[in-house]
C-alpha cells in the first residue's frame, strides 16, 4: 500500500480545508485508514480513522465537532474535512494504512505511512 495526502497549504483563522489521501497498491489487507498530524517541536498525535471495509469512524475529543473523516472507496480515497480551523491546528497532515490482521478500529494498529501535507493556519 502507497499512501499520498495532499489538500494543504495556508488558510485563515475559521476557514474549511479538506485533504485527501490516495491509497495505491494493494488494498485487500486494510482494513483501516488514519489521520496524523504533527506540529513544530511536537509529537504526532492522531486525529481520527475510518474503517476501510465498514462504516465506523473515530475523532478524538480534541478535534470532535470540527474534524470529521469520510471515504470514497471506489475511488480509495479518504478524506479529512476540517471546519473552523485555527492557528493551533497547523501542522503536517499524515495519512496512515492498518493492515494485516482486522482489529476493532480504536485498537488499529497503522503500519504504513505516507508523506505528510503542510496545513498552516495564518490568525
Known amino acids: 500500500v502507497q499512501l499520498q495526502a495532499s489538500g494543504g497549504g495556508l488558510v485563515q483563522s475559521g476557514d474549511f480545508l479538506r485533504l485527501s489521501c490516495a491509497a495505491t497498491g494493494r488494498l485487500d489487507r486494510t482494513y483501516a485508514l488514519g489521520w496524523f498530524r504533527q506540529a513544530p517541536g511536537k509529537e504526532r498525535v492522531f486525529v481520527g480513522s475510518i474503517s476501510w471495509r465498514g462504516e465506523m469512524t473515530i475523532v478524538p475529543d480534541t478535534v470532535k465537532g470540527r474534524f470529521t473523516i469520510t471515504k470514497d472507496t471506489a475511488k480509495n480515497l479518504v478524506h479529512l474535512e476540517m471546519n473552523n480551523l485555527a492557528p493551533e491546528d497547523t501542522a503536517v497532515y499524515y495519512c496512515?494504512?492498518?493492515?494485516?490482521?482486522?482489529?476493532?478500529?480504536?485498537?488499529?494498529?497503522?503500519?504504513?505511512w505516507g508523506q505528510g501535507t503542510q496545513l498552516t493556519v495564518s490568525s
Open positions: 496512515a494504512a492498518a493492515n494485516g490482521v482486522r482489529k476493532p478500529l480504536s485498537r488499529a494498529v497503522f503500519d504504513t
